[in-house]
């Protein structure tokens, strides 16, 4: 069992976002995931807009919100099926969702996808 990073398209939406928690994990622009372990020769690491940060799913979750207010909840359909609900203040709790999900995570994904289509530039 480990933590969930972000893909690579919730990291580069999340970055349009404004997203900058330091990290030590995140994605070069085209796409290849490099961790602290590894060697990034693109700039100094956490001081470069050449890179996208990666982090959990659960640090990108509680980002959304603290700073966003948007909340994702996620529930069991049934044993192979998830959904995710995205709330904002003033929403309606069905407005928003994620259904179909074939594991929590992935409903997860989805959700933070979705909810970071919501925040405002």
């Given at each position: 069992m480990q933590n969930e990073i972000i893909t690579f398209e919730t990291a580069k939406l999340a970055n349009e976002k404004e997203f900058n928690i330091s990290q030590d994990s995140g994605y070069e622009l085209n796409g290849k995931?490099?961790?602290n372990s590894q060697d990034y020769d693109g700039c100094k690491?956490?001081?470069c807009k050449e890179i996208y940060l990666a982090p959990t799913q659960s640090l990108l979750q509680r980002w959304l919100r603290e700073i966003h207010k948007i909340h994702l909840t996620i529930t069991s359909i049934s044993q192979e099926s998830w959904q995710c609900h995205i709330t904002k203040k003033g929403d309606?709790?069905?407005k928003n969702y994620i259904e179909d999900a074939y594991t929590y995570e992935q409903a997860l994904e989805e959700g933070l996808?979705?909810?970071?289509?919501?925040?405002?530039?």
């Open positions: 995931y490099f961790d690491f956490g001081y309606s709790l069905g996808y979705e909810a970071l289509k919501l925040i405002k530039n």
